[in-house]
């Protein structure tokens, strides 16, 4: 196999996976894989641990058949963790080749506009964002978008980046206003000044995250001032993000106020109920993980500040799952995530379980701490103590203390008649589960 061969096959599989796994996951866990040829063996690069486990758990059986497919069936496929892949600016154009020296800064390539979720909170900014991928200097320069935390400024403008990108001939400079005051003060310290300014002349988009924080710094205000005015005179577009309008930053100059404003001032809500539900199914998808419908309204109606505590929610419920092998449903989650959902859990007492086992097997309370010993009341009365073990923190003693004075030896023997009745009858199971999660809730 040589190497313009192999290049032109590996970008064949891209393509047919492409038109079979959804875009966001193809962009995400995908697109950034890189493949050569050893022999008979095909290696295939990823960023890091965590992407490769995705990417096994998910894509490995699609990607060994398309490989299979097009290399012969005796092909060997390995795995492997390259680092450097996530300095590297992966940034695919349509040869899905790495593009190079067209990128200053970090870019995510998992942020485009395909899987950002629109609504009526971002579709304005979306709308810009869109217009000028299209055009970039053209219209709405500068772009200047605010709003509070995560709500998706970043994502919209790496959105952009990407798009711009894929277009192969423009040059972008991406940075937070803490790195370009930080390079700013590093080239006066060492006279590289002309240098400094130099670098961001040159580009055709310059994108500036979280520019709130120049404000007060005068000499990164005096230098930025002078950039933006180089780039807006020739029609290089700028984008700008912050989380107030420009009218509202204290210590920011009135001049540098004044051209934030002249382009198109754009602001990004907190997402609607609808929207909030939209990106958490997104999200999962994009993980392939099963989530809910009961789930997914749970946390959209709980966590409305922003998305990033959407996506916080839905990673730490993944990892509880996965590292616990427990199904996602309304009870799991509510544990998981009573912290975030502003839920309390409300300790199960003896006498909440007592009661109500004896109205599920319709018995008397009294019943429970009697010493009738009929099966209509001694089994009753031995779920209610399997119960009781399960879901408080009492020792043996105490829970037969309250079921009228027992032997702990007698709750041991409940619980472990229960537990083994339970695991050879599917419907007790069910039954006992239920009203176990009757009581948690």
């Not at 990033?308 to 730490?316: D, F, P």
């Amino acid at each position: 196999m040589n190497d313009p061969q192999q290049k032109i096959d590996w970008q064949r599989i891209l393509d047919e996976l492409a038109e079979e796994v959804p875009a966001a996951r193809f962009d995400a866990w995908i697109r950034p894989v890189r493949a050569a040829v050893e022999g008979r063996t095909m290696i295939l690069s990823v960023p890091s641990r965590f992407f490769l486990d995705n990417l096994r758990d998910h894509h490995e059986k699609a990607i060994r058949k398309k490989v299979q497919q097009h290399f012969g069936e005796d092909v060997l496929i390995e795995f492997g963790v390259n680092p450097d892949l996530a300095v590297e600016q992966p940034q695919p154009g349509k040869t899905g080749e790495v593009t190079t020296g067209q990128v200053d800064g970090f870019i995510d390539h998992r942020f485009t506009f395909a899987n950002f979720v629109v609504g009526p909170s971002n579709e304005f900014c979306h709308a810009a964002c869109r217009a000028v991928a299209d055009l970039p200097g053209s219209i709405y320069n500068p772009l200047y978008i605010y709003g509070g935390v995560g709500l998706g400024k970043t994502h919209l403008i790496n959105a952009v980046a990407n798009e711009l990108l894929n277009q192969n001939h423009f040059k972008i400079a991406y940075r937070t206003s803490e790195r370009f005051t930080n390079e700013l003060i590093s080239a006066i310290r060492n006279g590289t000044t002309q240098q400094f300014r130099d670098r961001y002349r040159q580009v055709d988009v310059l994108i500036v995250d979280d520019v709130q924080f120049i404000a007060g710094k005068a000499s990164t205000q005096e230098e930025f001032f002078h950039t933006f005015n180089a780039l807006y005179e020739v029609r290089k577009q700028i984008i700008l993000t912050s989380d107030r309008p420009p009218r509202e930053m204290n210590h920011l100059q009135e001049r540098l106020k004044s051209r934030f404003g002249c382009g198109l001032v754009a602001d990004i809500q907190p997402p609607s109920l609808e929207t909030r539900q939209a990106i958490l199914n997104s999200k999962a998808e994009l993980a392939g993980i099963e989530l809910p419908a009961d789930v997914t309204a749970l946390l959209a109606s709980r966590i409305t500040s922003n998305v990033r505590e959407l996506e916080g929610a839905l990673t730490r419920l993944t990892a509880h799952a996965t590292l616990t092998g427990r199904t996602i449903d309304m009870d799991f989650s509510r544990r998981v995530l009573r912290d975030l959902l502003h839920e309390e859990v409300r300790a199960v007492t003896v006498e909440d379980i007592q009661k109500q086992v004896a109205n599920y097997y319709n018995i008397r309370l009294q019943d429970m701490r009697s010493k009738k010993r009929t099966r209509n009341v001694a089994f009753p009365r031995q779920v209610a103590m399997y119960c009781c073990k399960q879901l408080t923190s009492l020792s043996l003693p105490e829970i037969g203390e309250a079921f009228g004075g027992r032997d702990h030896t007698t709750v041991l023997y409940a619980v472990r008649k229960i537990n083994e009745m339970m695991q050879g009858n599917e419907s007790l199971e069910v039954e006992v589960e239920r009203m176990m999660q009757m009581l948690r809730n």
